[in-house]
Protein backbone atom coordinates (compact mmCIF):
# COMPACT_ATOMS: atom_id res chain seq x y z
CA UNK A 1 0.00 0.00 0.00
CA UNK A 2 1.37 3.56 -0.63
CA UNK A 3 2.06 6.51 1.76
CA UNK A 4 -1.12 8.32 0.67
CA UNK A 5 -3.16 5.27 1.31
CA UNK A 6 -2.07 4.74 4.13
CA UNK A 7 -2.23 7.96 5.45
CA UNK A 8 -5.59 8.16 4.72
CA UNK A 9 -6.60 4.83 6.10
CA UNK A 10 -4.97 5.22 9.21
CA UNK A 11 -5.50 8.79 9.85
CA UNK A 12 -1.71 9.72 10.23
CA UNK A 13 -0.16 12.43 7.89
CA UNK A 14 2.10 11.29 5.06
CA UNK A 15 4.72 13.75 6.52
CA UNK A 16 4.35 12.04 10.01
CA UNK A 17 4.75 8.88 7.93
CA UNK A 18 7.84 10.18 6.15
CA UNK A 19 9.08 11.18 9.94
CA UNK A 20 8.20 8.05 11.33
CA UNK A 21 10.65 6.73 8.54
CA UNK A 22 13.49 9.13 8.48
CA UNK A 23 13.53 8.48 12.25
CA UNK A 24 13.40 4.77 11.68
CA UNK A 25 10.49 4.07 13.50
CA UNK A 26 8.11 2.90 10.88
CA UNK A 27 10.41 2.05 7.85
CA UNK A 28 8.53 0.87 5.11
CA UNK A 29 8.93 -2.85 3.73
CA UNK A 30 9.34 -1.89 0.01
CA UNK A 31 9.71 0.87 -2.69
CA UNK A 32 7.90 1.09 -5.93
CA UNK A 33 9.78 1.61 -9.35
CA UNK A 34 9.63 5.07 -9.21
CA UNK A 35 10.42 5.64 -5.44
CA UNK A 36 7.29 5.91 -3.46
CA UNK A 37 7.13 4.08 0.01
CA UNK A 38 5.47 0.47 -0.22
CA UNK A 39 4.10 -0.14 3.51
CA UNK A 40 2.96 -4.20 4.00
CA UNK A 41 0.73 -5.37 6.43
CA UNK A 42 3.25 -5.53 9.50
CA UNK A 43 4.15 -1.88 8.73
CA UNK A 44 1.03 -1.27 9.16
CA UNK A 45 0.26 -2.85 12.80
CA UNK A 46 3.98 -0.61 13.59
CA UNK A 47 2.36 2.27 12.76
CA UNK A 48 -0.92 1.26 14.76
CA UNK A 49 1.38 0.47 17.94
CA UNK A 50 3.63 3.83 17.49
CA UNK A 51 0.15 5.82 16.99
CA UNK A 52 -1.04 3.78 20.47
CA UNK A 53 2.11 4.75 22.39
CA UNK A 54 2.17 8.46 21.50
CA UNK A 55 -1.21 8.34 22.79
CA UNK A 56 -0.11 7.13 26.11
CA UNK A 57 2.23 10.22 25.97
CA UNK A 58 5.42 8.54 24.87
CA UNK A 59 7.96 10.94 23.37
CA UNK A 60 8.98 9.32 19.76
CA UNK A 61 12.14 8.24 21.49
CA UNK A 62 10.66 6.53 24.18
CA UNK A 63 8.12 4.90 21.42
CA UNK A 64 11.60 3.62 19.71
CA UNK A 65 12.74 2.32 22.98
CA UNK A 66 9.49 0.76 23.71
CA UNK A 67 9.41 -1.10 20.37
CA UNK A 68 12.94 -2.23 19.89
CA UNK A 69 13.55 -3.39 23.20
CA UNK A 70 12.05 -7.13 23.47
CA UNK A 71 12.10 -7.12 27.18
CA UNK A 72 9.92 -4.01 27.69
CA UNK A 73 6.24 -5.67 28.70
CA UNK A 74 2.83 -3.71 29.08
CA UNK A 75 3.38 -3.78 32.78
CA UNK A 76 6.60 -1.97 32.78
CA UNK A 77 5.78 0.44 30.20
CA UNK A 78 2.51 0.98 32.27
CA UNK A 79 4.65 1.45 35.46
CA UNK A 80 7.25 3.80 33.46
CA UNK A 81 4.53 6.15 32.76
CA UNK A 82 3.44 6.26 36.48
CA UNK A 83 6.45 7.43 37.06
CA UNK A 84 6.99 9.72 34.87
CA UNK A 85 3.25 11.31 35.38
CA UNK A 86 3.45 11.13 38.94
CA UNK A 87 6.86 13.29 38.82
CA UNK A 88 5.60 15.61 36.37
CA UNK A 89 2.22 16.50 38.66
CA UNK A 90 4.99 16.92 41.41
CA UNK A 91 6.52 19.70 39.50
CA UNK A 92 3.05 21.39 38.38
CA UNK A 93 2.18 21.10 42.01
CA UNK A 94 5.08 22.85 43.19
CA UNK A 95 4.33 25.37 40.01
CA UNK A 96 0.89 25.67 41.14
CA UNK A 97 2.21 26.64 44.81
CA UNK A 98 4.54 29.25 43.92
CA UNK A 99 2.00 30.84 41.51
CA UNK A 100 -0.66 30.92 44.20
CA UNK A 101 2.09 32.63 46.80
CA UNK A 102 2.77 35.08 43.96
CA UNK A 103 -0.83 35.89 43.41
CA UNK A 104 -2.04 36.28 47.28
CA UNK A 105 1.15 38.94 47.42
CA UNK A 106 -0.05 42.15 46.64
CA UNK A 107 1.87 44.12 43.91
CA UNK A 108 3.01 47.04 46.35
CA UNK A 109 4.66 44.98 48.50
CA UNK A 110 7.05 44.13 45.39
CA UNK A 111 10.33 46.25 45.23
CA UNK A 112 10.25 48.75 42.93
CA UNK A 113 6.59 48.10 42.47
CA UNK A 114 4.68 51.42 41.91
CA UNK A 115 1.50 49.32 42.17
CA UNK A 116 0.35 49.57 38.91
CA UNK A 117 0.02 45.64 36.77
CA UNK A 118 0.03 47.68 33.59
CA UNK A 119 2.74 50.55 34.26
CA UNK A 120 6.03 50.18 32.67
CA UNK A 121 9.03 52.68 32.04
CA UNK A 122 8.92 54.93 29.39
CA UNK A 123 5.24 54.80 29.22
CA UNK A 124 2.61 57.92 29.12
CA UNK A 125 1.45 55.79 32.56
CA UNK A 126 4.74 55.61 33.95
CA UNK A 127 5.06 59.45 33.86
CA UNK A 128 1.82 60.16 35.76
CA UNK A 129 3.25 58.00 38.78
CA UNK A 130 6.59 60.07 37.94
CA UNK A 131 5.77 61.29 41.78
CA UNK A 132 5.37 58.07 43.30
CA UNK A 133 7.44 55.29 43.73
CA UNK A 134 10.01 54.23 41.14
CA UNK A 135 8.85 51.57 39.26
Request: aromatic share 4%.
Amino acid sequence: MLIGEVARRSGVSARMLRHYDALGLVRPTGRTVGGYREYSAEDIRRIFRVESLRSLGLSLRQVARALDDPAMTPSALVGDLIRWTEERLERERELLDRLRAIDASAPEDWPGSCGSSTCSRGSPRAARHAGSRPC
